[in-house]
């Protein structure tokens, strides 16, 4: 079965400075699992950091971004 993790690419408006977040919870067995776990990470983290751009990703480990 296809397993997926939920990556964040956070980068700062200004000098477009960039981070991936790797979800620490682990795989999850579908995509729209991952999905949830991404929306939660965003709406965790959105607060924290309002004027950063957020990208998600959910993909298969093994795969580079």
């Known amino acids: ?5 939920a990556k964040l690419l956070i980068c700062g408006m200004l000098q477009g400075d960039c981070t991936v977040l790797v979800d620490t919870k682990g795989l999850f067995r579908s995509e729209e699992q991952c999905r949830a776990r ?3 990470m965003v709406t965790d983290l959105k607060p924290m950091m309002p004027y950063m751009q957020m990208f998600t990703k959910c993909e298969k480990p093994g795969i580079p971004v």
């Open 38 to 40: 991404i929306e939660e």
């Open 1 to 5: 079965t296809a397993m997926f993790i």
